[in-house]
C-alpha cells in the first residue's frame, strides 16, 4: 500500500492516509481501519484516484456522510474516497440546480425552501449527502429523488463520466442503476418550480420535527436499517414481532423506531449484523417477509 500511496501523492490528488479509522466518518459510530483513505477536492482528482485504483487493482468505495453504511470491523483492505470541500458547490438559475455529491440533503433541502422553491421539502431530517441520495433514491413522505432530478453527473469504475438523464437512471424504490453498475453520482441536476414560501417552509420543518420526534436521532445509527417489504412497512413488522430494544452486545433495536438499530456505546459491526439477521429470520418465522436491508454493507 506504501507504494500505491506514494504513486496517488504524486498525481496531486490530495491528502493520502494509511489505517484511517473510518467510526469517525459514519453515523453509527462502528468501522474498522481503511487501509488507504484520501479526500479529493475537485473532479480532476477524483477521476485520478479511481484510475490508479482501477490501474493497481485494488478495490475502492466513497463515502459522503456516512449514513446508510455498515463497514465491518476488519475494515477497508482498499482505497476509501471521501469526497472533499470542492464537491460541496451550490449554483440555482431560475429554478434549475447544479449541486455537487458531497453537498448536505438536508441543508440542500433547507437552502432551496428558503429562497421559495418547492420540491425538496420530503428530505427535511434524511442524512447524507446529494450523492448518496441518488445512489439509492432517498425519500419520504410519498417523494424521492427520481420526482427532482433532471440528469446526474455519473463517474464509472473505469474513470468515465457521463451525464445520464433521469429517465435512463434506472430508478426505483430506494435503488438506481449505480447500485448494479458501481458508478457513483459526482453532481446532480434538479428542476424546480417556485411556491408560497410560508408554505414551503412550514412543510420542511413539520418533516424535520417528525423525524425528530419518532426517531431515534441523539443516538448513533445509520437511518433506517429494512427497505420497507411493501405493503409492509418494516418498523411496524419489527415492532410486531416483539422486537423492540432486542439487543446484541451494544447494537440494539431502538425503542424509539423498530427500523432503527443504535449503537449504544461500544457496538460492534458484528453485533450490528448478527442482529439484522436475527431480525430478519424472527420476521420470516412469524409473517412470511424477506427483510431486505437499507443500509449497505461494505465487505471491500
Known amino acids: 500500500m506504501k507504494r500505491i500511496r506514494e504513486r496517488l501523492q504524486a498525481e496531486g490528488v490530495g491528502d493520502v492516509v494509511e ?6 466518518f459514519t ?5 474498522g481501519l481503511a487501509k488507504l483513505f484520501v479526500e479529493p477536492d475537485s473532479l480532476e482528482a477524483l477521476q485520478k484516484t479511481v484510475m490508479v485504483a482501477k490501474d493497481e487493482n485494488i478495490p475502492w468505495f466513497i463515502i459522503g456522510k456516512g449514513s446508510n453504511i455498515l463497514i465491518k470491523d476488519e475494515g477497508i483492505n482498499g482505497l476509501v474516497i471521501h469526497l472533499g ?6 449554483s440555482n438559475h ?5 449541486v455537487g455529491a458531497g453537498y448536505s440533503l438536508i441543508g440542500f433541502a433547507t437552502q432551496l425552501s428558503k429562497q421559495g422553491w418547492k420540491g425538496m421539502e420530503f428530505a427535511g431530517g434524511i442524512p447524507g449527502t ?3 441520495a441518488v445512489f439509492m433514491n432517498a425519500g419520504a413522505h410519498g417523494s424521492d429523488m427520481s420526482c427532482v432530478l433532471t440528469k446526474a453527473h455519473l463517474l464509472y469504475p473505469d474513470g468515465q463520466l457521463s451525464w445520464v438523464n433521469c429517465d435512463d437512471m434506472g430508478f426505483d424504490y430506494r435503488t438506481s442503476r449505480l447500485q448494479e453498475e458501481g458508478a457513483i453520482c459526482v453532481e446532480a441536476e434538479m428542476s424546480f418550480e417556485e ?4 408554505e414551503i417552509t ?5 418533516n424535520k420535527d417528525y423525524r425528530k420526534q419518532s426517531q431515534p436521532w441523539n443516538d448513533p445509527c445509520c437511518g433506517s436499517v429494512f427497505r420497507n417489504p411493501l405493503p409492509y412497512y418494516a418498523g411496524d413488522l419489527i415492532e410486531r414481532a416483539g422486537l423492540k430494544g432486542c439487543s446484541v452486545g451494544d447494537a440494539q433495536v431502538s425503542l424509539k423506531h423498530a427500523n432503527f438499530i443504535i449503537n449504544k456505546g461500544n457496538a460492534t459491526a458484528h453485533d450490528v449484523f448478527s442482529l439484522i439477521q436475527y431480525i430478519q429470520g424472527v420476521i420470516y418465522d412469524h409473517f412470511q417477509v424477506e427483510m431486505k436491508t437499507e443500509v449497505e454493507v461494505i465487505n471491500l
Do not use: Y
Not at 470541500?85 to 451550490?90: D, N, S, Y
Not at 431560475?94 to 447544479?98: E, I, K, M, N, P
Not at 412550514?202 to 413539520?206: A, P, R, S, V
Open 19 to 24: 489505517n484511517q479509522p473510518l467510526k469517525n
Open 27 to 31: 453515523t453509527w459510530k462502528i468501522g
Open 85 to 90: 470541500e470542492g464537491f460541496k458547490h451550490f
Open 94 to 98: 431560475d429554478g434549475v440546480v447544479r
Open 130 to 132: 446529494i450523492g448518496g
Open 195 to 198: 411556491g408560497d414560501l410560508e
Open 202 to 206: 412550514k412543510k420542511l420543518q413539520g
